[in-house]
């Protein structure tokens, strides 16, 4: 399935196709450090992606990462709402010196449960505080119950590898498909 998602606001403006079908990834963003994150992410979930996202970073990136994640969890909850699927995924990460600890639920009630803290304030140019604020606007939106724990960090970028990559194996095991309801209740998001 292949979700677009458009987003324009007086901050940011975000234009997202993504696919759970694999495929190409083509990720632009105005910044650098955050277009490879999501190309980890979206490598790891098996998914086809082409992102194109424009923010006032000369601000700061903050508004460009909260708006990309809202707009790639709002892709994602078109996407698991699709077919049945697994519906829980899980993974410890291990990336080099760091670790990261990965637990997810499409459980329609989405959230963020945040722990533990990068060693710099900084990569690059990119704030490391960033990365929970583009979980956060995505676990939201996909209706996702997202758990990470950032269990070592050697360097804020090995620590932020770790995040997103677990992540995206996180939910290509949760976004398998099965044939059983995903939840006693008989609803599904």
């Not at 007086?10 to 963003?29: A, H, M, P, V, W």
């Not at 450090?33 to 098996?46: G, K, Q, T, V, Y």
């Not at 804020?156 to 309801?181: I, Q, T």
Request: glycine share 10%; with cysteine.
């Amino acid at each position: 399935m292949e979700v677009k998602i458009v987003r324009k606001t007086k901050e940011t403006s975000i234009e997202l196709f993504l696919s759970n079908d694999g495929g190409e990834r083509k990720i632009s963003t105005n910044c650098g450090f955050l277009s490879h994150m999501i190309d980890l992410l979206c490598h790891r979930a098996s998914f086809g992606a082409e992102l194109n996202a424009i923010g006032d970073i000369e601000v700061d990136a903050h508004h460009l990462t909260e708006d990309a994640g809202i707009v790639m969890g709002q892709a994602l909850r078109q996407i698991a709402a699709a077919r049945p699927i697994r519906r829980y995924g899980s993974v410890l990460l291990p990336m080099d010196g760091s670790l990261a600890q990965i637990a997810l639920d499409f459980s329609g009630r989405g959230g963020l449960w945040w722990r533990g803290e990068f060693p710099s304030a900084k990569c690059g140019d990119f704030d490391t505080e960033l990365v929970p604020e583009f979980f956060a606007g995505f676990a939201r939106e996909a209706g996702l119950t997202l758990h990470i724990s950032l269990l070592a960090a050697d360097n804020s970028h090995h620590a932020a590898e770790a995040v997103f990559k677990g992540v995206g194996m996180a939910l290509k095991e949760a976004l398998e498909p099965c044939s059983a309801e995903p939840s006693t209740k008989g609803l599904w998001l």
